[in-house]
């Protein structure tokens, strides 16, 4: 797999799922603009495709630790996050992505955690369709 060699901007954003009504909190940090949010709410700043696939995957992801913690039977706790990062970069000429998620399971056993979360990127359709074409590293934080 190609890597970048020079980043040239991160979409980044912060998940948090809803156990009670199924809802997915998504925040947007605008590039170049540092802890600078951006929401979805009227007629703001146009995000970057970066965070908008970001967003998107984070989305599906967060759903798939639910779906992986369900099958172990493990409760996840209220304050379960996400951060994916997005890069655009290049390599050369040639323009790549990669990603980085940032998993918070707080008050589940370490090895548990780390085990959903790469299980989760296992069944995830946007980590699927991107598997072999972007480097995405999963860390537990």
Known sequence: MTRIETVLLTGKTHTTASGRDGRVDLKL??????GGDMTFAAVQAHPTAEQLFAGAWSACYISAIGL?????KVKLPSDLSVEVEVDLGKKGEAYLLQARFNVSVPGVAREVAEAIAHAAHEICPYSKATRGNIDVAVNLV
Not at 29 to 34: I, W
Not at 68 to 72: D, F, L, N, S, T
């Open 29 to 34: 940090s605008s590039p170049g603009n540092a």
């Open 68 to 72: 992986v913690a369900k099958e172990k």
